[in-house]
């Protein structure tokens, strides 16, 4: 039941959020998830897509959410999440908010909440997080930044890291380190975009590595891709 509501509030997000294109800005994706866990492989899809409406001159909610799909050696799996956010813009150049996700992870829900700040440049977007999230027998807190470079307004680079620490019932404290760097560019005069990404996840505590690979398209609506980032669609990416 909780799978099926998750993933009801995130299809709800993908199909309504092209349908209020007049009123908000955002995009619907589809992508090829490839993942290995010192080589334990596995394969799947992701559907995700997030609206930004504006309610205020200054305020802002965003709304994303995701299903995916993997499929490996031991059997497949579906899982889904969905956030939402409410930011405030200060000038022409800062953005400052707060957001609350569910998802759902191995049959088991995880709940998070966080603050978020994004400042504007003009080629770049950087970007801070902090959030705290309450698993099933854990809790985790998560400080991330991501840094995006916008060669030309459909042409973004983009590089992150963040810091992970989950503290366990069974196994104590283990710290864990993401990295990651993607590319996405948006077809000329189309709201088509291709993009592909890739990150890695390094437990040291228990010595393993996971990498993910991803490539995939979206639907853009309301602008490109940097004017999209710049009105609060890339929150929660």
């Known amino acids: 039941m909780k799978t099926v509501f998750l993933a009801s509030v995130a299809a709800a997000t993908l199909i309504a959020a092209p349908a209020f294109a007049q009123d908000a800005v955002g995009s619907a994706g589809i992508g090829y998830v490839h ?16 609206g930004a409406f504006q309610v205020a001159p200054e305020w802002t909610v965003t709304v994303n959410g995701a299903i995916n799909y993997a ?52 080629s ?5 997080l902090v959030s705290y999230t309450d698993l099933d027998g854990a809790d985790a807190w998560t400080f991330g930044g991501d840094a995006a470079y916008y060669v030309n307004p459909s042409l973004r680079l983009n590089a992150g890291v ?17 990295y990651g760097a993607g590319a996405e560019y948006q077809f000329a005069n189309s709201p088509f975009s291709v993009y592909g990404t890739y990150q890695r996840v390094s437990m040291n505590d228990v010595d393993v590595d996971s990498d993910t690979f991803m490539i995939g398209a979206r639907y853009n609506f309301g602008g490109t891709l940097q004017s999209l980032d710049r009105a609060g669609a890339n929150l929660g990416r």
């Open 124 to 128: 770049a977007t950087l970007t801070g």
């Open 71 to 122: 499929d490996s050696d031991f059997g497949d799996d579906t899982t889904a999440a969905a956030a939402a956010h409410l930011s405030k813009t200060i000038g022409s150049d800062l953005r400052l908010g707060g957001f609350v996700g569910v998802s759902d992870l191995g049959g088991d829900e995880t709940f998070s909440v966080g603050a978020e700040v994004q400042k504007y440049l003009a």
């Open 35 to 50: 993942t290995d866990t010192e080589g334990f492989k596995t394969d799947g899809a992701q559907l995700d897509g997030v």
């Open 162 to 178: 963040s810091y992970n620490s989950v503290d366990t019932d069974v196994a104590g404290t283990v710290d864990a380190w993401a």
